[in-house]
């Protein structure tokens, strides 16, 4: 019971903060609430007893992702960006019942899934020798080629980054106005 | 661990997604557009979290890792091709960038 309320705290803090990510205009203030959301959800993951997929979101998403969402804000032009109107505000009222109807889609598929879900198969083994000894005993056998795929991804995904943010010997002028 | 129950974990997921969604539509700003995506994925990872809590397995958990590290990845090339965009066009808003108009 304790449990259930700790998770409806977090669920709250969480759902709060990606209102505020949602709402708010100026991107200083959206990155705190974004901030903010993702210590919420580490936090619902750490009352699932999903610890060490909690450390690692502390560690990669809280850390490393908003550092790097923090640098790049440091390159918009900031003059611009309060000049014009932050949201499309027509196209979210209008955009508001298809996203409605998107939720109701997901809550009839996932009901339906509920009633078909199988046992579990490690929940012995999770309560013998803890969950990040299993998480990782199946990781690096049964995913392991899978893993392997994620860090060339990873590679790839640096490589890419690199060319595409390297500077070059001329701009592009736009020819369609 | 079986106190909370599944469709807890659900709504709570399908909520953040809804919002993650909603951002990516309403959103005028590039880099926001890319921080409601980041919801959006954070709702995914805590259905597979949560499904796991209640199944008792260890598979949405890895899948979930695996999201991070993917976020990671598209938070890095993304930012690159907004930066990119901002240098060569000087443009920051969704609706200025209209190269592909027929």
Known sequence: MVRFLIFLLFSAWAIVSAVGV???SNPIYVIIWLLSCLIAVAGIFFTAGAELVGALQLLIYAVAIAVFYVFVLTAVPWEKAVKKDSHYRTEGVLSLPLVLLLYLEMVVVFLLG???SPEGKFREAIAKIGNAEVVGSVLFTKYFFAFEVVSVVLLVGMIGAVLIGRKESQTYEDDTA | MKTIPLEAYFVVSMILFGLG???LIVRRNLITVLMSLELALNAVNVAFVGADA???LVEGQIFALFIIALAAVEAAVGLGIIIAIFRY???ESTDEIT????
């Open chain 1, 22 to 24: 949602v709402t708010f």
């Open chain 1, 114 to 116: 509920v009633v078909a």
């Open chain 2, 21 to 23: 969604v909603l951002g």
């Open chain 2, 54 to 56: 209640h199944m008792g």
């Open chain 2, 89 to 91: 066009r000087h443009v």
């Open chain 2, 99 to 102: 190269d592909m108009r027929g």
